[in-house]
């Protein structure tokens, strides 16, 4: 039987950003109940616009289709752009559309985890709401839990590590939720 896989996607151009290290903590916690973890940052998302009359795709498109349909559960960590998910982030959901005539459609049978990353807490909770929509617009299951974190208030270390406890448990736990539910569904 081959391991529960799950993927993390996000982060934003910046090297090193709060959304990166959040997405990290959470694939973490994921690996750490004996997942397979893959993470697919920001410079392996910059992808063309996604266009459903072109068939055409990039090796990078064609990663991420692969690995999302492999993939038994998600984590997925946006900067807070405008009060949503960053432009990066959405045209990646985007290219699920490939998936559409698959057996496993979509994101269909997959839980979610949604990180939303920015600096105010408006900005984070409007980012988390588009975020669950559009995974439940793929037939994905969000975690019970969603995580926000206000930037302006909670801090990285140098290692990666949440200075903030409580935010910090909460990324675990995400992780926890998204592998547990991929373990039960996959066996």
Same mark, same amino acid.
């Given at each position: 039987?081959?391991?529960?896989?799950?993927?993390?996607?996000?982060?934003?151009? #910046? *090297?090193?950003?709060?959304? !990166?290290?959040? &997405?990290?903590?959470?694939?973490?916690?994921?690996?750490?109940?004996?997942?397979?973890?893959?993470?697919?940052?920001?410079? !392996? %998302?910059? &992808?063309?616009? @996604?266009?459903?009359? =072109?068939?055409?795709?990039?090796?990078?498109?064609?990663?991420?289709? !692969?690995?999302?349909? /492999?993939?038994?559960?998600? $984590?997925?960590?946006? *900067?807070? @752009?405008?009060?949503?998910?960053?432009? &990066?982030?959405?045209?990646?959901? =985007? @290219?699920?559309?490939?998936?559409?005539?698959?057996?496993? *459609? @979509?994101?269909?049978?997959?839980? $979610?985890?949604?990180?939303?990353?920015?600096?105010?807490?408006?900005?984070? $909770? +409007?980012? %988390?709401?588009?975020l669950r929509s559009v995974i439940h617009a793929l037939r994905g299951w969000p975690t019970p839990l969603g995580v926000v974190?206000?930037? +302006?208030?909670?801090?990285?270390?140098?290692?990666? #590590?949440? &200075?903030? /406890? *409580?935010?910090?448990?909460? %990324?675990e736990l995400v992780g926890r939720q998204v592998a547990d539910f991929a373990v039960r569904l996959h066996r």
């Amino acid at each position: 039987m081959r391991p529960v896989r799950v993927l993390g996607l996000g982060g934003s151009q #910046r *090297p090193g950003s709060a959304s !990166e290290r959040a &997405l990290r903590i959470a694939l973490a916690s994921a690996a750490e109940v004996g997942c397979e973890v893959t993470a697919l940052m920001a410079s !392996e %998302l910059e &992808l063309p616009f @996604y266009t459903p009359a =072109d068939p055409a795709r990039t090796p990078a498109a064609l990663r991420l289709v !692969e690995l999302v349909r /492999g993939c038994d559960g998600l $984590v997925i960590a946006s *900067p807070a @752009y405008h009060g949503s998910m960053s432009g &990066l982030i959405k045209n990646a959901l =985007d @290219y699920l559309e490939d998936l559409r005539g698959d057996e496993r *459609p @979509y994101l269909d049978g997959r839980a $979610v985890g949604c990180i939303a990353i920015g600096s105010g807490w408006q900005a984070t $909770v +409007t980012t %988390l709401a588009a975020l669950r929509s559009v995974i439940h617009a793929l037939r994905g299951w969000p975690t019970p839990l969603g995580v926000v974190v206000n930037s +302006t208030e909670i801090r990285f270390d140098d290692d990666g #590590r949440c &200075l903030s /406890g *409580p935010v910090a448990q909460q %990324l675990e736990l995400v992780g926890r939720q998204v592998a547990d539910f991929a373990v039960r569904l996959h066996r």
